[in-house]
């Protein structure tokens, strides 16, 4: 079965860190460009911070710059996003998602959160819950 599977969520307090993971299953995250994104109640999906198949670009929304660092190990079909600083605004459903070929890191976190039809793939997501 071909599929991406966060985990690493949980509830911490203000100021705390995770990592999530987002591992792919069934195929080879090599050539693809992966994208972390969240989803608040009531709020749109925002692209949080996006990688390029090779690592060599990444992208980060203003929210989480210098608090969030995304980066992916290929052998082990593993991206990861360290978040550090964590704020109660960082509450949300974190999901993970990939699409092949792409090597514009912006463009995969602001065309993967207007359209979810423009991935190839997305996980199920993984509650992140930070308390103040």
């Known amino acids: 079965q071909l599929q991406l599977v966060e985990s690493g969520g949980g509830l911490v307090h203000a100021g705390g860190s995770l990592r999530l993971s987002c591992a792919a299953s069934?195929?080879?995250?090599?050539?693809?460009?992966i994208g972390w994104f969240r989803q608040a109640p009531g709020k749109g999906r925002e692209g949080v911070t996006c990688i390029s198949g090779s690592g060599q670009t990444t992208y980060y929304s203003d929210s989480v710059k210098g608090r969030f660092t995304v980066s992916r190990d290929n052998a082990k079909n593993t991206v990861y996003l360290q978040m550090n600083n964590l704020k109660p605004e960082d509450t949300g459903v974190y999901y993970c998602?990939?699409?092949?070929?792409?090597?514009?890191?912006?463009?995969?976190?602001?065309?993967?959160?207007?359209?979810?039809?423009?991935?190839?793939?997305w996980g199920q997501g993984t509650q992140v819950s930070v308390s103040s």
């Open positions: 998602a990939g699409k092949a070929w792409i090597t514009n890191a912006q463009a995969m976190c602001v065309d993967g959160a207007s359209r979810s039809e423009w991935t190839d793939y």
């Open positions: 069934g195929f080879t995250l090599d050539y693809y460009a």
